[in-house]
């Protein structure tokens, strides 16, 4: 007799900005000129709130404790309450903003068949030519194995990886609520070893796509309330099939999905390998609605794998290959990246930020800004930094971000409150 297991989902989003607390929702910062009329730079000496000739002021960063001057007028560059020709300047070290990513990978028994040429069908979930790779042993190989995408991650600085494979059982059980099959942790070699340990299972049972990928969308809401999960999350869902399980819920994933990135910036990736023909629509939805979406022409409802917006690799005809290029796509899409969080505690002008590079043992060089054009995708064409579409964070562009992330003890600082921006 079938044995399935009903999973209630029960998310519960909470309509907040991206930056999050332990807990708690918080407004991402703002980085707008301030409208205040105190014309200082939050000075508290007998003219740290300027006069009121300084009512036209209003350009000073906050929460700097720099003390006022004697008794001096605001003006109009906000350095009221400082003797009208001091600056203060923070300058905050930048660390590259962590990425979590979790693989929610499909372990069913169809799993088991070689993929086309090989076996086109899969007609019973058994291999057609034992000399051949099924597509888990070919899954395994291309995330755990010496040239596989967590070995490529392994030892990067700030990234955390964890697994929930599904089925559970040989039918449609899933990993409990907040729960994984390996928990999302620093990437070193002990880490990397559970990894491996937690994929090396046999592939059988059904397919409880719904329930396994809220699971994992679920795991990462409750880490970043934790406070364990900072900075980017990623989910990564691999599946062969259909759902078998639980049909009604594919509705449900489609929303947590859309919810997952709109309220916690969690990026859905969907992979389609050979036998998820059915569930190409479903697929491409989650890309789109993931924000990892392939192009903008991509279709919704696609009925060919090049019309798809997920990873669609029904149509493949060297899985093996390709399955491993597009691990290791997402890899470098995911942590091959200079993203710097600006800092929350101060209110900033947004025309007084530069930044700058110093390699190892080499010269401090100034980053000029590159801002995006309109309509442009972030660091297209471009060589500096720019700021994200929220404002919450800096990105460095081009041949600067490469030497950052190619040498190990470079350092990129943020300075606030002074000097101009330096365009390009």
Same mark, same amino acid.
């Given at each position: 007799m079938k044995r399935t297991q009903s999973i209630t989902l029960n998310f519960? +989003?909470? *309509?907040c900005a991206v930056v999050l607390t332990a807990g708690a929702c918080q407004s991402s910062p703002e980085f707008t000129d301030s409208d205040s009329n105190d014309g200082n730079l939050g000075g508290n000496g007998s003219g740290g709130n300027g !006069?009121? *000739? @300084?009512d036209t002021g209003g350009h000073g960063s906050t929460d700097l404790n720099v003390d006022g001057g004697a008794g001096a007028d605001g003006n109009s560059d906000g350095s009221g309450g400082l003797g009208g020709s001091s600056c203060a300047e923070s300058t905050e070290t930048a660390d590259l903003v962590p990425a979590n990513l979790l693989f929610v990978v499909d372990k !069913? @028994? !169809?799993m088991n068949c070689n993929p086309p040429p090989t076996d086109p069908t899969c007609p019973s979930p058994v291999k057609v030519d034992e000399g051949e790779l099924s597509k888990w042993e070919i899954t395994q190989d291309a995330l755990s194995g010496p040239a596989g995408a967590w070995a490529t991650l392994a030892g990067q600085p700030g990234v955390s990886v964890g697994l929930i494979n599904f089925p559970l059982d040989d039918n449609c059980e899933v990993v409990a609520s907040g729960q994984v099959t390996v928990p999302i942790e620093q990437l070193d070699d002990e880490h990397f070893a559970a990894l491996? #340990? /937690?994929l090396d299972v046999a592939a059988d049972g059904q397919t409880p796509l719904a329930g396994a990928a809220t699971r994992g969308l679920e795991a990462l809401r409750l880490g970043i309330h934790a406070g364990d999960l900072t900075g980017d999350n990623y989910l990564v869902v691999m599946t062969d099939g259909v759902e078998t399980c639980q049909q009604e819920a594919l509705d449900d994933l489609l929303v947590y999905v859309e919810e997952a990135e709109k309220y916690y910036g969690i990026r859905t990736y969907a992979i389609g390998a050979p036998g998820s023909e059915g569930s190409r629509a479903l697929l491409s939805l989650i890309a789109i609605y993931g924000g990892t979406r392939k192009s903008d022409d991509c279709a919704e409802t696609p009925t060919q794998a090049s019309e798809s917006c997920h990873i669609d690799l029904t149509e493949s005809t060297d899985f093996e290959a390709d399955l491993g290029q597009e691990f290791q796509g997402i890899t470098e899409a995911t942590t091959q990246t200079c993203e710097y969080d600006v800092p929350a505690s101060a209110l900033i002008d947004r025309n007084k930020?530069?930044?700058e590079f110093t390699p190892s043992g080499g &010269?401090? #060089?100034?980053v000029l800004q590159d801002p995006p054009g309109s309509g442009d995708e972030q660091c297209e064409d471009a060589e500096? +930094? &720019?700021y994200t579409a929220d404002g919450s964070q800096i990105v460095l562009c081009g041949d600067v971000c490469q030497e950052v992330l190619s040498d190990p003890g470079a350092k990129v600082r943020?300075?606030? /409150?002074? &000097?101009e921006t330096v365009v390009r």
């Open positions: 519960v +989003w909470t *309509a !006069s009121d *000739a @300084g !069913s @028994g !169809s491996k #340990e /937690g930020v530069n930044v &010269q401090t #060089e100034l500096g +930094w &720019q943020v300075k606030f /409150g002074c &000097q």
